[in-house]
C-alpha cells in the first residue's frame, strides 16, 4: 500500500551495515487506517469465496514461494541476520505452512450432534470474523506472516500484517507471491512503521475483530490489555526462557550437541531457544565441556558465507542487551566458560558479532537464569535430582518450549508431565515447530490459543451453533 507519508526506513544487512537492502517508506496511522477500510471493502468477496478455493490461493502461494526459496533465503539472510541454511530451513517451514492451511480449505467447519428434541438436527459452522490484525517480529520475518496469515485467509477473513520495522522486506515478498497465486486486492495489506503508532492503531482499532501478536512479553501484554478492553479476540506468542534437562543416563553428546544447536541456532534469538542447561552434577563437567568445545568450534561471520555457524545480532540494540546480560553474569559470580565478547575486527567491524557465549556456576535466582536474553549465551545450572531440576524450570515466570535428554522412561514420562511448558522435546533440542502439530506457550510464553495445526485455525473464527427442527413440530414435544 502506498504512503503520503515522507519518513524512510533504512534497512541494513546486521552482518554488514554498509549494505544497503532498501529505503522503506514508513506508514503512519493514516495509512492503518485506510488498509482497514480496503480490508473491510475486500472482506466479502473473500467471505463468499469458497474455502476449497480460498486453499488453493495457498496451495498455488508454496508452490511460487518454492520455485523462490534461495531468493527469498537470501533476502532473509540479509535482512535479519540468520546463516542462510537456517533462512532455507525458515522458508520451507513457511511453505510446509501454506500446504497445511491449503488443506485447512477442505477441512474447515464445525461438527453436528443429536438432539433432545426429535426431528432436530444440532450443528456447528465455523466462520471468518472479518477484518483481523497481524502483528509479528523481526526473527522469524518470513514464517512468522506465513504463519498467521495463512490460517486467517484460508478461514476467510481479511487481513492487515505489521511485520517488524526492522525486516520488512520480506513479509512485502509475501504479499507479493499471496496476490501472484490469486489473493484479491485489499485481502492482505501489509502497513510497514512503529509499532507503538501503527501497531496500536491496528489494535484498537473497533473495525479489527481480532489481534494476533508475536513478540516480547512486554509489548504482548500492553496489546492483551488494549484489544481486550474493547473486546477484541487476542492471542500472544512472547518470550521464552527455555531449559534443558541432562540425566546422568542421558547420550551426553547428543546432549551436547542438541544443546549448542538451540543456544546458537539463530544467533540464540529464536523464541524456543536453549538458554538454560539443568544438568545433573554426576555428569556436569563432561557436558559442559562438550558444549564449551562446540561453542568454541562455531565459526561466526556472514550468514552468506559458507563455513559459518552463527550470524550476527539483528541491530545495535539488541547487541547491548546481549552484553548487558554478560556482564551481569559476570557481576553475579557466574563463570565464563566461553566467548562473551563482542566481535569486531576485521570483516566484523560493520555488524553486531558476538562469540556464543557459556557461563556455568549459575544461580537459579541469577538475571542470566531467569530473564529471556535473545542472544547466544547458555547458563549451565547444576542440580541433584529431576525433582530440583523441575523446581529449578518450573520457578521460571515463562513457559514456552523445554527438553530432557535421559533414557530411562519413567524419568522421561515425569518430565513430560510435570515440566510447565506448552512444548517439550525429549532427546531433542528445545527449538523447533511443525505445521501440523501446535505451537505455544503458557504463562508469560502465550495466551489466547495455540498457533499452527488446526487450533491455529480456530482462533481466525467464530462458531455459530444451529438448531433445526426440519419438521417445525418438536418444540411442541419437548420441555427444553
Ligand atoms: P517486540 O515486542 O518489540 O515487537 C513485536 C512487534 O510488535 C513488532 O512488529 C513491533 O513493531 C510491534 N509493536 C511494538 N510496539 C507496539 C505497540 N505498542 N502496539 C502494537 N504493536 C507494537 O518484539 P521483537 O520484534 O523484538 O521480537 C522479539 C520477541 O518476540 C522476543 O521476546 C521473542 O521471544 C518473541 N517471539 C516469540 C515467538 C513465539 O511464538 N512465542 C516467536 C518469535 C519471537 P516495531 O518492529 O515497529 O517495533
Redesign the pocket.
Known sequence: MSTTQTRVMVDTNPADTSDVLAHVPQHSIDDAMRAVRLAEQAYPVWRATPPPERGRVLARAAELARARVDELATLLTREEGKILSEARGEVLKGINLLEWYSGEGFRVGGKTRPSEMPTTILFSLRQPLGVVAI??????PWA?PVWKAAPALVAGNAVVL?????TPLVAQRYLEILEQAGLPKGVLTIVV????EV??AL?THPAVRAVS????????G??YARAARRLAKVTC????KNAVVVMPDADLELAAAGIVQGAFGSTGQ??TATSLCVVHRDVKSRLVDGIVGRARAIRVGNGLEAGVGMGPLVDARQLATVLHYVDDGRAAGARLACGGRRLTEGAYAGGYFIEPTVFTDVQPGNRIAQE?I?GPVLAVIEVGSLEEALKVTNGLRYG?SSSIYAADANTIMRFVDEIEAGMVHVNSPTVGGEAQIP???IKW??IGGREMAEEGLEFFTELKSVFWDYTGRARQTNIY
Do not use: H
Request: glycine share 24%; proline share 9%; with cysteine.
Open positions: 502483528i509479528t517480529p523481526w526473527n522469524f512468522e505489521k511485520p517488524a520495522s526492522l512503521g512503529p509499532g507503538p501497531g496500536d489494535v501478536f508475536t513478540g516480547s512479553c512486554e509489548i504482548g500492553e496489546v506468542e512472547m518470550g521464552g529464536r523464541c529471556e535473545f514456552l505451537f505455544g506457550g510464553s502465550g
